[in-house]
């Protein structure tokens, strides 16, 4: 099973660029990589997914190099309510689907 | 839009109580997930189902039971509650397929006193 690692917390200020980063280097030939956000007391959300290249939707960027070992999650122009958790995940296609949560990064969005 | 429900926002049992969460979902979907999440130990699957009566065993299944006699709803059961299995439970269900994108619901406090 592919393991994923993603910094514990990061900081931002608002307006600014934010730029996450997973390595998931046991990543399978037809996995899918996927990110969902948390906030305190409610269930994650679906943000986005990927399988290769670039993906992008009104959220976010999702940026995946050829060898698909790592991927990064680019938010632009972050506000105070992009604080929250984020959580990058293997998507096991042999497994149907399932989902592995990690630790997640939580990100901090200053004024 | 789309929605999971979880029956109930908080509960409180006594230890030893039979304990259902019940989940619903009106997107028609084939997949339906519990997890439970834990300060430290991030979420973490019990149990999953990818049809009507067919259930398969996460990673934490001990102490729970799962029922999905319908394609909507999808229940947790914990045949007799214990003070290790206060957490945040959260229910999801997705399409299946190459549509990964699961769909939350806002969770169930649970604390077995």
């Known amino acids: 099973l592919a393991k994923t690692t993603q910094p514990i917390s990061m900081d931002s200020y608002e307006g600014q660029e934010v730029n996450i980063t997973c390595s998931h280097n046991n990543i399978a030939t037809n996995d899918y990589i996927t990110w969902y956000q948390q906030f305190p007391s409610q269930g994650p959300r679906f943000i986005i997914q990927?399988?290769?290249t670039k993906v992008t939707n009104e959220v976010a960027s999702l940026f995946i190099p050829a060898d698909r070992k790592s991927s990064t999650l680019s938010l632009p122009r972050v506000s105070l309510s992009d604080t929250a958790v984020y959580y990058c995940?293997?998507?096991?296609?042999?497994?149907?689907?399932?989902?592995?949560f990690g630790q997640g990064t939580e990100l901090s969005v200053k004024p | 839009d789309v929605k999971v429900t979880q029956s109930s926002r908080y509960l409180v049992k006594r230890t030893g109580e039979k304990v259902f969460l019940e989940c619903v979902q009106d997107?028609?979907?084939?997949?339906m997930f519990w997890y439970r999440q834990d300060p430290g130990l991030g979420l973490r699957l019990i149990y999953f189902?990818?049809?009507?009566?067919?259930?398969e065993k996460g990673d934490i299944p001990e102490g729970y039971s799962v029922s999905r006699e319908k394609k909507e709803r999808f229940s947790l059961i914990l045949e007799s509650a214990s003070t290790n299995q206060t957490s945040m439970y959260l229910c999801?269900?997705?399409?299946?397929?190459?549509?990964?994108?699961?769909?939350f619901g806002s969770g169930t406090r649970l604390t077995v006193v």
């Open positions: 995940l293997v998507v096991f296609y042999n497994q149907g689907g399932k989902l592995i």
């Open positions: 189902s990818y049809d009507v009566k067919m259930k």
């Open positions: 990927g399988y290769k």
């Open positions: 997107m028609d979907h084939e997949n």
């Open positions: 999801a269900s997705n399409r299946g397929g190459e549509d990964y994108g699961y769909t």
